[in-house]
């Protein structure tokens, strides 16, 4: 009797734990994607007067690469302004992830007034929300685990997520001069062509319906929430659209995407093809840049119809009309050659930066980027019709070009130095960073390789380099001028961003062996504050990463492995 008492005793609490355990499991599936905390992620309705308001992107301050289609970098929100103070743990957040995580997007908001962020990178797609204290992942869908359909072994050159964790141990080992782990690492990794694999899924945008468009490769995937108008629901495949082969360069790849006031998505390859598809993906136009070369840059859209493509020789604007593609001047389409090197093969250089505009409305209206000569020069190019009256500046290669002033950082003497991220531009003032290095095992000034970039604060034999420089364009004078020149700050590997609200620029900036977030007066040029991380570890390097600011004032990038949200310290 005994022991059949004890037999239903360890029954019952069997049977109660069962029950424990299936509450447990479904607390979890009813949790999964709901976010712990308040969101952050609160649409405020900031405006940026200084661009025309773009009726098909996202109702947000980030609605694609590069923040905007005029490519800007500039935000509305007011972000940090210091003082200057070392980060505890409590500061900022950081969830890990592959490498390659460059920019996000904002959302619309959704009916309660909140917002998400959509992230795209190499083999996963990613929405996440952003509370008080924590990052917080909402769902991810990786690559690999998409229909067939979606997964052409043809076009795709697509990593697999270990081989990507592999590439960055890999990194690392060999710049921690480890040889036996390095060997290891070598015999792990698969033949992967980096090359041809990190840029798959860099570039994005986010339209106000909620549309996530990602470039792999030869191909746009369009991603949203399952259940439309909740944010917390899972991600769900809407589409894709295949570039028509016949069309495109067998080594071409989309280096680009936008989209036309109108609501078409505007996409440009590597190898000069560009091309405007209705978002139902049922109409299509293409056109073939000639002599295109080789691009290696994004593109920018404006309000009128053009599309604004730099290659390694020329600036191009093609036209969109609403019914094609038109590489016509009498419709409003040019093209103009600016200055550059040549490599040790005898290539150019070309252009490290995607084009920014600048000016709208009554405004002196620009393209400007940084061109291919040793020492880069700041470049503005009019836009639409050069006025009248223009005479060709002296010593530039057309009549197009408005400003060639060198990005010399207060240095005449330099005979060396390269833009590889976009300029920042806000009304009239254009930013740009220095990104070349100096090898002491040499002295050797030069740009670094792609691995070398991603580590600049951990190689021993590599000085970080720096310099920013401002500069502005005067309308009255038609005259661009340095406005400033910062050589205390390096922005080694990120893409500054500013804040209209704050008057701030931001960098990931390398500081006394720690990294750290600089604050720089956007008028003065001034180092008014620095966030200092505990150290140089990689997961604080914005690597290649877009800075961006939060809604509420936050500032957010990519790392090495991760994503990063820094708390701002004001409030």
């Not at 069962?18 to 709901?34: D, M, N, P, S």
């Not at 996530?212 to 495949?237: C, L």
Request: aromatic share 10%; charged share 25%.
């Amino acid at each position: 009797m005994k022991q059949n008492n004890e037999k239903k005793s360890r029954s019952r609490k069997f049977a109660i734990i069962g029950i424990l355990f299936a509450i447990v499991i479904l607390l979890v599936a009813t949790l999964k994607g709901q976010n712990s905390g308040e969101s952050i992620l609160e649409y405020r309705g900031v405006v940026d007067t200084s661009l025309p308001e773009h009726p098909y992107l996202a109702q947000s301050e980030m609605s694609k690469t590069h923040a905007n289609a005029y490519s800007t970098g500039a935000f509305m929100t007011a972000g940090p302004t210091g003082p200057s103070q070392t980060l505890s743990k409590d500061d900022y957040d950081h969830i890990s992830s592959v490498p390659f995580l460059i920019s996000m997007q904002y959302s619309s908001p959704y009916p309660d007034g909140k917002q998400v962020i959509w992230i795209s990178q190499t083999e996963r797609v990613m929405k996440v929300d952003v509370t008080e204290d924590e990052i917080v992942p909402i769902d991810t869908l990786y690559l690999d685990e998409l229909p067939e359909e979606y997964i052409d072994k043809n076009t795709s050159k697509v990593a697999p997520i270990n081989d990507l964790k592999l590439f960055g141990l890999h990194t690392m080992y060999s710049f921690l001069k480890d040889e036996a782990l390095e060997k290891q690492a070598n015999k792990m990794i698969p033949k992967v062509d980096w090359s041809e694999t990190v840029y798959s899924g860099v570039y994005s945008m986010l339209d106000r319906d909620g549309n996530f468009y990602v470039a792999h490769d030869r191909k746009i995937i369009i991603y949203t929430d399952s259940v439309q108008g909740d944010r917390n629901s899972p991600i769900s495949v809407k589409g894709q659209y295949l570039l028509d082969e016949e069309k495109i360069d067998p080594k071409g790849t989309i280096m680009g995407v936008s989209m036309t006031w109108d609501g078409y998505i505007a996409i440009m390859t590597t190898t000069g093809e560009v091309a405007v598809v209705s978002r139902d993906l049922k109409e299509e136009h293409y056109i073939d840049i000639e002599d295109a070369g080789v691009i290696r840059n994004s593109l920018a859209v404006c309000e009128d119809g053009g599309i604004y493509i730099v290659t390694d020789t020329k600036m191009c604007r093609v036209q969109w009309t609403g019914s094609e593609l038109t590489q016509s001047e009498e419709k409003g389409a040019w093209e103009a050659s600016y200055e550059y090197s040549l490599d040790q093969d005898g290539l150019p250089t070309g252009s490290g930066s995607t084009p920014s505009l600048m000016g709208f409305g009554n405004d002196d209206q620009f393209v400007v980027f940084t061109d291919g000569c040793d020492v880069n020069n700041m470049v503005l190019m009019w836009r639409d019709e050069i006025p009248e009256d223009w005479e060709q500046i002296q010593g530039t290669k057309s009549r197009r070009i408005a400003a060639q002033v060198p990005v010399d950082f207060g240095d005449p003497e330099l005979d060396l130095s390269f833009s590889e991220q976009s300029v920042l531009v806000n009304g009239y003032g254009c930013m740009a960073v220095n990104n070349i290095f100096t090898d002491t095992r040499t002295g050797e000034k030069r740009y670094v390789t792609s691995t070398e970039h991603m580590m600049a604060n951990r190689a021993e034999y590599l000085k970080v380099p720096y310099g920013i420089q401002k500069f502005e364009w005067d309308s009255e004078s038609r005259i661009l001028a340095s406005a400033w020149v910062n050589n205390e700050v390096s922005s080694p590997s990120n893409v500054p961003c500013m804040s209209v609200g704050s008057n701030m620029v931001y960098i990931n900036s390398p500081y006394e062996d720690k990294w750290s977030l600089a604050g720089i007066d956007w008028t003065t040029g001034e180092t008014e504050f620095r966030y200092m991380f505990p150290d140089n570890n990689m997961k604080y390097s914005a690597c290649a990463a877009e800075m961006q600011v939060l809604p509420n004032g936050d500032i957010m990038h990519g790392t090495f492995y991760g994503l990063m949200r820094i708390k701002n310290q004001d409030q």
